[in-house]
Structure formats: C-alpha cells, structure tokens
C-alpha cells in the first residue's frame, strides 16, 4: 500500500513511517525539514513542503492510498487547522478517503476522561493553545466525510518497547511510540 506521512519528522512520525516501512508500505514522508527525517528506506520518498500550502500537500498527495497525520503544533500562529484543511482538499482531488491522525488526550470529548487537576493545569493550563488547534483539527475531520479514525494518545514516550496498552476509556488506548505491534494495523 502507497502511504503518505505528515508530520513524519517527529516522535510518533517517525514511528509511523518506521512501523509502515516495517509492514512493507511504499512511505513518502512530507516534511518541512528533509535533514531532520533520520530513516533511509528503499521504499521512502522525502518530499519537502509545507502543510499550509495547497499546491505542495496536492502535488506529494497524488497516487496514495491512505493519508497518516502526525502533525504536531508549532508554537506560533495556529498552522494545524490550516494545514489539516489542506490535507483534506488534497485527499479529496485524489479520490483518497482512508487517514489516520494522531490528536492528543484531552482533545475533544477525551477531556472528560481526565481529572480536574490535569484538566486545569495541563489542558487549560500548560498546553492550551496545542489542544485548542487539535479540537479545531478534530472538528475538521470530523466533518470531512471521510473514512478517518483519530488517536488520542496521552504521554508517550521513547521507551523501550512492552507492548502494554492501558486503556482510558472506550475505544482508546495509550502506548509508547515504540510499541511492538503497529499503532494502526494498515492493511488492504
């Protein structure tokens, strides 16, 4: 399967475009950055671009299959809404429908599933700009008629592997990047 990852250059994107490659996927990797994408694969295309451009997120869309989204906030003006429009658009100019995209714990309707502490001073403290662009993400998606499916991983990290998942609520689960089996099983 033809798969293209944004976002490929963070944590969990690179653990995307690893476990894809590692399932035997054709991966193009769209970053911003090429020197930071760190895995050399014969099956790994790198194409520069940013997400907030149309014509660079249609031009790399074409000819795949499923689109991952790992896109992470950058600190500054909101790109992630933007960005996750532009992906959609893209999507639909190529006939794709299938993505996968990786939000946050406590976006959306997950915040019921955390106490008032982290609720306070994490969500609505520490990073309220990051879930407030994720819940606009979440609710572009949602609306796009498509065939997505959205994580809401909470603390991960770059741990060895344990193929452990705790469960917060229905149809959720959190893991380290590195968990052995895929994230999201792909398949055709």
């Given at each position: 399967?033809?798969?293209?990852?944004?976002?490929?250059?963070?944590?969990?994107?690179?653990?995307?475009?690893?476990?894809?490659?590692?399932?035997?996927?054709?991966?193009?990797?769209?970053?911003?950055?090429?020197?930071m994408m760190t895995t050399?694969?014969?099956?790994?295309?790198?194409?520069?671009?940013?997400?907030?451009?149309?014509?660079?997120?249609?031009?790399?869309?074409?000819?795949?299959e499923v689109v991952l989204?790992?896109?992470?906030?950058?600190?500054?003006?909101?790109?992630?809404?933007?960005?996750?429009?532009?992906?959609?658009?893209?999507?639909?100019?190529?006939?794709?429908?299938?993505?996968?995209?990786?939000?946050?714990?406590?976006?959306?309707?997950?915040?019921?599933?955390?106490?008032?502490?982290?609720?306070?001073?994490?969500?609505?403290?520490?990073?309220?700009?990051?879930?407030?662009?994720?819940?606009?993400?979440?609710?572009?998606?949602?609306?796009?008629?498509?065939?997505?499916?959205?994580?809401?991983?909470?603390?991960?990290?770059?741990?060895?592997?344990?193929?452990?998942?705790?469960?917060?609520?229905?149809?959720?689960r959190s893991a380290s990047?590195?968990?052995?089996?895929?994230?999201?099983?792909?398949?055709?």
């Open positions: 399967m033809k798969l293209i990852v944004f976002g490929a250059t963070g944590g969990t994107g690179q653990q995307l475009v690893t476990q894809a490659l590692a399932q035997g996927h054709a991966v193009t990797a769209f970053v911003r950055r090429p020197e050399q694969h014969a099956a790994l295309t790198v194409v520069q671009g940013d997400v907030t451009a149309a014509a660079a997120v249609a031009a790399a869309m074409a000819g795949h989204s790992a896109l992470g906030t950058r600190g500054g003006p909101a790109v992630l809404p933007d960005g996750t429009r532009k992906i959609l658009e893209a999507m639909a100019q190529a006939g794709i429908r299938r993505s996968l995209w990786v939000s946050s714990f406590g976006a959306g309707d997950s915040l019921k599933q955390m106490g008032w502490l982290a609720q306070t001073l994490i969500v609505k403290g520490l990073l309220r700009q990051a879930i407030e662009e994720k819940n606009a993400q979440e609710r572009i998606i949602m609306a796009s008629g498509g065939d997505w499916i959205i994580a809401r991983p909470g603390g991960l990290t770059d741990g060895p592997l344990t193929g452990q998942y705790r469960v917060t609520g229905p149809g959720t990047r590195r968990s052995p089996a895929p994230m999201w099983p792909i398949s055709c």
